[in-house]
């Protein structure tokens, strides 16, 4: 007659599955062995799986352990609430029902350092006169300017250039040319009455400077 199956650890699925595939859940074959440890059953792919398990199924269920604490969704589906007594609902629930409260404290200086400090502030009453007859001046003072066509889009520019330098030659010697001079005179014109006038015509060679 009918029987009815052997209740599985773990929900069903298989547990070498879920640590090997990063916990994919996929439901054990009934055709596959099963494996008790401590009074519990657990249930496979394949045989291979089976024979996994059997070899080391400690190392398995720790592992699974890890697998499930980075995936608390799983914990309901694998049963594991007593394995890991954190993760459990009735626990969270309880933990949220309960107000949460912590120790806090805070510390202020006694004088605080002043960053944004008025430059325009004055002490003295006598240097506040001052500047108010000086505004109260520039009131009446008015700026006048005018532009002309000339002026229109202009700038005042300055060029600033180097002049050539003074340069000066010298040389071993110092040669000059004189030219004979032309003299003429003219004799006669004092005297007797029968002397007669007569141009004469010197020409004077004093020789060149260097020969001096």
Request: hydrophobic share 40%; proline share 5%.
């Amino acid at each position: 007659g009918e029987h009815e199956l052997p209740s599985l650890r773990c929900g069903g699925f298989s547990v070498v599955t879920a640590v090997k595939r990063d916990g994919l859940l996929l439901r054990a074959s009934p055709d596959a062995t099963v494996v008790m440890w401590q009074e519990g059953l657990y249930g496979f792919l394949n045989e291979d799986e089976a024979e996994m398990f059997a070899a080391n199924p400690a190392e398995y269920l720790q592992a699974l352990t890890q697998v499930v604490a980075g995936a608390p969704e799983l914990v309901r589906l694998l049963r594991l609430e007593d394995a890991i007594p954190s993760l459990r609902m009735s626990h969270v629930v309880e933990l949220m029902a309960q107000p949460v409260t912590c120790d806090f404290g805070t510390q202020t200086p006694t004088h605080f350092v002043e960053k944004n400090m008025d430059r325009s502030y004055e002490w003295n009453e006598w240097a506040l006169r001052r500047r108010v007859l000086a505004l109260t001046n520039l009131r009446q003072k008015r700026t006048h300017s005018q532009q002309t066509d000339l002026s229109h889009f202009r700038r005042e520019q300055k060029t600033q250039v180097w002049l050539p330098k003074t340069s000066f030659t010298q040389t071993a010697a110092q040669k000059g040319t004189t030219m004979p001079q032309k003299k003429m005179y003219i004799e006669g014109l004092r005297g007797a009455p029968d002397v007669r006038m007569n141009i004469v015509n010197v020409n004077l060679d004093l020789g060149q400077p260097h020969e001096y």
